[in-house]
T-cell receptor
Framework: GDSVTQMEGPVTLSEEAFLTINCTYT??????LFWYVQYPGEGLQLLLK?????DKGSNKGFEATYRKETTSFHLEKGSVQVSDSAVYFC????????????FGSGTQLTVLP | EAGVAQSPRYKIIEKRQSVAFWCNPI?????LYWYQQILGQGPKLLIQ????????DSQLPKDRFSAERLKGVDSTLKIQPAKLEDSAVYLC????????????FGQGTRLTVV
């Protein structure tokens, strides 16, 4: 069946380091792909999305590319900041009669000054 | 634009008691979701509504959980009786109808069952 696998955390980086959080999925169709972020004490909010193969979503310096051939949607940022400390969730929206987000397990990112 | 409103923000109850959560989605959003997020895990879908009809409730523990969406707008999620393992954050989200539309989440209700 449809599923998502997200890189285990937690991840601790120094400020200005490069970030990659891996996300792969298994799907019978072609899902829309989302990254959500949960800052401390706040609700889930959309970080970026991509809706078809080779699309690149970007926001706040974060990027992720929809790779159909590897069924992946890895999140990257070239230079992280302390303010990026949060929990990041990969969330495909699998095609089907009930279009709904399926969340990965989440990756806790801590950025140290 | 007002966001998804949820109440209460926090609730502590004893096991075997009942509890109800309320959600008011973004105006005009036909789709409403309830998710359960256990500490350290990703949110898990409990139930999805399209207007006031249920689209998917396959992961809702129907022996103790129930949900309704009144007139296709507000929704309530009830647990009766609660168990210790129900301790979690209950998230409500809404979205417009459409293939690639994002879901907007409320702040959630943190439930502690003691």
């Amino acid at each position: 069946g449809d599923s998502v696998t997200q890189m285990e955390g937690p991840v601790t980086l120094s400020e200005e380091a490069f970030l990659t959080i891996n996300c792969t999925y298994t799907a019978t169709g072609y899902p829309s792909l989302f990254w959500y972020v949960q800052y401390p004490g706040e609700g889930l909010q959309l970080l970026l999305k991509a809706t078809k193969a080779d699309d690149k979503g970007s926001n706040k310096g974060f990027e992720a590319t929809y790779r159909k051939e590897t069924t992946s949607f890895h999140l990257e940022k070239g230079s992280v900041q302390v303010s990026d400390s949060a929990v990041y969730f990969c969330a495909p929206m699998f095609s089907g009669s009930a279009r709904q987000l399926t969340f990965g397990s989440g990756t806790q990112l801590t950025v140290l000054p | 634009e007002a966001g998804v409103a949820q109440s209460p923000r926090y609730k502590i109850i004893e096991k075997r008691q009942s509890v109800a959560f309320w959600c008011n989605p973004i105006s005009g959003h036909a789709t409403l979701y309830w998710y359960q997020q256990i500490l350290g895990q990703g949110p898990k879908l409990l139930i999805q509504f399209q207007n006031n009809g249920v689209v998917d409730d396959s992961q809702l523990p129907k022996d103790r959980f129930s949900a309704e969406r009144l007139k296709g707008v507000d929704s309530t999620l009830k647990i009766q009786p609660a168990k210790l393992e129900d301790s979690a954050v209950y998230l409500c989200a809404s979205s417009q109808t459409g293939r690639h539309t994002e879901a907007f989440f409320g702040q959630g209700t943190r439930l502690t069952v003691v």
